[in-house]
C-alpha cells in the first residue's frame, strides 16, 4: 500500500510538472507570435517605439547607473578596508570588492534605478 502512495505521488507530481511546462511553453508561443504578428502588421512602428524604449531605459540611464555605482564602489572600498584591516585580511580586498561590486550590487543598483525610471514614466502618463 505505501508503494502505491509512492507512485501516486510520483505521477501526481509529474502530472502538476507537465501542466506547468504546458503553460510556460504556450505563454511564451503566444508572446512570439503576437510580436511576430505585430511586426509583419506595422513593423515600422514597432521598431520605432522598441528603439525608443531602449534609449530610454538603457542608455539615458547610464549617467545615473555610474554615479550610484562609483559612490556605492567607494563606500565600500573604505568599510571593507577598514573591516578587512582589523581582521588581518587586507591583502584580499580586491578579490573581495570584484565580488561583491560586480555579482551582488551592481545587478541589484541597476534593477533598482531601471525600475524606478520605468515606474516613474509609467505614473506620468
Do not use: K
Amino acid at each position: 500500500m505505501r508503494l502505491l502512495r509512492m507512485i501516486d505521488l510520483v505521477g501526481f507530481t509529474a502530472i502538476q510538472m507537465l501542466r506547468a511546462f504546458g503553460q510556460i511553453f504556450l505563454l511564451a508561443y503566444l508572446s512570439f507570435r503576437s510580436c511576430l504578428l505585430d511586426i509583419s502588421l506595422n513593423s515600422q512602428r514597432v521598431v520605432t517605439m522598441v528603439a525608443q524604449q531602449i534609449y530610454y531605459t538603457g542608455w539615458l540611464a547610464v549617467p545615473l547607473i555610474s554615479v550610484l555605482g562609483l559612490t556605492t564602489g567607494s563606500l565600500l572600498m573604505i568599510q571593507a578596508a577598514q573591516h578587512l584591516s582589523m581582521l588581518g585580511r587586507s591583502e584580499s580586498l580586491g578579490s573581495f570588492l570584484v565580488v561583491i561590486l560586480t555579482r551582488e550590487v551592481g545587478p541589484l543598483l541597476t534593477a533598482l534605478v531601471v525600475i524606478a525610471r520605468s515606474g516613474t514614466a509609467v505614473a506620468s502618463e
